[in-house]
């Protein structure tokens, strides 16, 4: 019975790969079917070429979603640690980079390796590239009509992904699967993705592309704000780096963000204070906080000329200039997309699935996994993690 399997996970990416190898293991029929000539492309490309594949700090915390509790069952049964120690069997070496982060010393090529290597221990079945056209259902078991031929299985596990970056192969299929079962979903969008402003806001800033400092960044009403502090990157169309990326998952359009450029001084108190001792001009004396071409670029934007003596200087001027470097309000007007987001926002609703086993309460044997479920991490690690975790969840219980 060369095409019926207990389980068929379509998808062989992060998710995919590790739920189709825990159940294979299980001693589960299981077969793997991606549309991809080549696989795990987000692996590959993750984390500069080193894949940040998990972090381990990793917690509920972490990760946005409209349910936050959800994700906490699979996190706890399956954890960083847990993944460490695959790695670790393996014998990949391995680096803390930040914040707990953990990168492959040389490549992600390692990651996988190892999951195909998983995946064979547990004789899974690959079908690859393979496209499926639809998923329907025969009495109690599913019917996948593909390209390659008819597949029957008991179970369906989806771990097709979310939307980013759709020229290595994302798709809506995983949304479209959902619809086609009556599952909600939480609006799609793009999320870790670089922010951007309209021209007018953004001319005087476009020179100051290139430049990178720590900052404060935060958005949202008082009662929700979200804080990070990170690296921020001005770019010729906006601002990126992991500060903007992070805030960027909370952020909601037409909303301000604000940043603090120097976290650690009150520039407005510092300068009023420092009138009568600081004996410079103002274009020297902020390089001591600042990149020299951004505060340029702020006293530029603030109409104040580099060689004015701070004593001279208005106590209103400067308190302009310092709520311009510790509360920079700016409104952008979107985000770079699909096209350069590291992850999909929002997803299938996770009121349509068991947290325990990641499948739908109201279509037996049909699982949702991965980025394509409304879980989505922080940039760090988290996302993969929860790659991991859910895939685990599902290959546990199909
Ligand atoms: P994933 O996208 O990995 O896999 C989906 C699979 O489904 C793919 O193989 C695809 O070909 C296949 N597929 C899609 N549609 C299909 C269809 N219709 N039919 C059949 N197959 C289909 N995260 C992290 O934790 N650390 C990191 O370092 C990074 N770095 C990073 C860099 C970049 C540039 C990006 C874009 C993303 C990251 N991420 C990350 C995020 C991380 O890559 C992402 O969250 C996981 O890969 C999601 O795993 P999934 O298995 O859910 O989807």
């Not at 049964?77 to 670790?88: A, E, G, I, M």
């Not at 009568?276 to 505060?295: D, F, M, Y």
Request: proline share 5%; net charge positive.
């Amino acid at each position: 019975m060369q095409n019926q399997f207990d389980i068929a996970v379509i998808g062989a990416g992060a998710a995919g790969m590790m739920c189709a190898a825990v159940a294979g293991q299980r001693g589960k029929k299981v077969v793997l079917i991606d549309h991809a000539t080549r696989l795990a492309e987000k692996i590959r490309i993750s984390g500069g070429g080193r894949c940040n594949f998990t972090n381990l700090q990793a917690g509920p915390q972490h990760f946005v979603s409209n349910n936050p509790h959800f994700c906490r069952s699979a996190l706890s049964r399956y954890t960083p640690q847990d993944f460490l120690s695959l790695v670790k069997r393996y014998r990949i070496a391995f680096h803390e980079k930040h914040k707990g982060q953990l990168f492959c010393d040389q490549s992600a090529e390692q990651i996988i390796d190892m999951l195909k290597a998983e995946c064979e221990a547990g004789r899974v079945a690959w079908r690859t590239p393979c496209k499926v056209e639809t998923i329907g259902k025969d009495g109690d078991r599913f019917r996948l009509d593909t390209n390659a031929g008819t597949i029957h299985a008991a179970s369906v596990v989806i771990a097709t992904g979310g939307l980013s970056i759709p020229k290595i192969g994302a798709t809506d299929f995983a949304f479209r699967i959902a619809k086609q079962f009556g599952l909600k979903l939480v609006d799609p969008r793009p999320g870790l993705v670089p922010l951007t402003f309209d021209i007018a806001t953004w001319e005087p800033f476009i020179p100051l592309s290139g430049i990178a400092l720590e900052v404060d960044i935060e958005t949202g009403e008082k009662k929700s704000r979200t804080h990070f502090r990170e690296d921020l990157l001005f770019t010729h169309r906006g601002l990126s780096g992991p500060a903007v990326l992070q805030i960027s998952s909370f952020w909601d359009s037409g909303k301000p963000i604000m940043l603090n450029l120097v976290p650690e001084t009150d520039i407005a108190e510092t300068l009023v204070q420092g009138k009568t001792t600081l004996k410079k001009n103002i274009g020297n004396l902020l390089p001591q906080w600042l990149p020299s071409r951004l505060a340029e670029g702020l006293l530029v934007a603030n109409g104040i000329r580099p060689d004015a003596r701070l004593a001279d200087m208005p106590d209103k001027t400067l308190r302009r200039l310092g709520e311009s470097i510790n509360r920079w309000m700016i409104v952008p007007n979107g985000s770079e997309g699909y096209r350069k987001a590291e992850v999909t926002r929002g997803g299938v609703d996770t009121k349509e699935l068991s947290q325990q086993t990641m499948m739908a309460n109201k279509v037996p044997g049909l699982h949702f996994i991965g980025e394509a479920v409304d879980v989505t991490g922080w940039l760090g690690g988290y996302n993969f993690q929860w790659a991991w975790a859910s895939g685990t969840a599902a290959g546990l219980s199909v």
